[in-house]
């Protein structure tokens, strides 16, 4: 089993740092990604950092919901070039943060740019749900949690056992 870095563990808060290359211990961090994902039935999003490792890889698949998406994708460095001026508000949770959800305001819409597994570059223009998993993984590589963007602020809803 892959263990899941749980909050207040202070790497959850750390700087992730760049990939130069695309090499073994990446693929390795990458494989890993992708059996969480998997693993739990809800989890549409992981970070590198949730499995304890300080590099810029996310890994989203919004598939397993009803929500139009771009299948299974694994981004290495990814960088928000640009965000809408619309936001919507949804409910999130963290498998860094198991117990809690809360709702987030984040841009309806994001265009971005990453590393593919082939080590090229792509450009993506997410919407909805999917652009909200992906600026939720992106956060994570900057050290910042959905905790730190509730609205309002002081509204944190305890997880029952049938949310997802």
């Not at 790497?11 to 090499?23: A, F, G, P």
């Not at 890993?32 to 549409?44: A, G, R």
């Amino acid at each position: 089993m892959i263990e899941i870095v749980k909050f207040p563990d202070k790497l959850l808060k750390k700087q992730s740092v760049r990939i130069e290359s695309i090499d073994s211990s990446v693929l390795s961090v990458i494989d890993k990604l992708t059996f969480v994902l998997d693993f739990y039935n809800h989890c549409v999003g992981i970070a590198a950092v949730q499995i304890g490792h300080l590099v810029r890889i996310v890994a989203v698949d919004v598939s397993k919901t009803k929500n139009k998406n771009h299948g299974r994708l694994i981004m290495i460095n990814p960088v928000i070039l640009e965000k809408s001026s619309e936001e919507i508000v949804t409910k999130e949770g963290c498998l860094s943060v198991p117990d809690y959800l809360g709702y987030v305001a984040r841009p309806k819409k994001i265009t971005m740019e990453y590393i593919d597994l082939n080590g090229k570059k792509q450009i993506l223009e997410a919407k909805r749900f999917e652009a909200v998993v992906i600026q939720h993984e992106i956060d994570h590589l900057d050290g910042v949690l959905f905790l730190d963007k509730i609205v309002p602020s002081t509204q944190l809803i305890k997880r029952l056992q049938n949310d997802i």
